[in-house]
């Protein structure tokens, strides 16, 4: 079966860098977008950044523009996402996940993914 698993959360304080690794396995990965999620206590599940098959086209959401870097490896099939300069408003658990419909567009819609890890906490203090 499908199984993404995620690596890398952890605490750091602000201004710090973490480096997530989502690890896919039971799927043919270069087929599939691949996002990276985050859902803080309280608060919607939002997506942070997606990479489509190719890497031709990456999406970050506003917020972490020029601080956050998504990246794959299909020979490897994991997907990266290289956060920098981290604030406390970053603090969430980070959720990778696997679209297979291809339809870039959606590529910032949670219900447009079929498979989710179980998802890693990032936690940034002040």
């Known amino acids: 079966q499908v199984q993404l698993v995620e690596s890398g959360g952890g605490l750091v304080q602000a201004g710090g860098s973490l480096r997530l690794s989502c690890a896919a396995s039971?799927?043919?990965?270069?087929?599939?977008?691949m996002g990276w999620f985050r859902q803080a206590p309280g608060k919607q599940r939002e997506a942070v950044a997606a990479i489509n098959w190719s890497s031709a086209n990456t999406y970050y959401r506003d917020s972490v523009k020029g601080r956050f870097t998504i990246s794959r490896d299909n020979a490897k099939n994991t997907v990266y996402l290289q956060m920098n300069s981290l604030k406390p408003e970053d603090t969430a658990v980070y959720y990778c996940?696997?679209?297979?419909?291809?339809?870039?567009?959606?590529?910032?819609?949670?219900?447009?993914?079929?498979?989710w890890g179980q998802g890693t906490q990032v936690t940034v203090s002040s």
């Open positions: 996940a696997a679209d297979r419909s291809r339809r870039w567009y959606l590529a910032g819609t949670p219900d447009e993914y079929d498979y």
């Open positions: 039971g799927l043919t990965f270069s087929s599939y977008t």
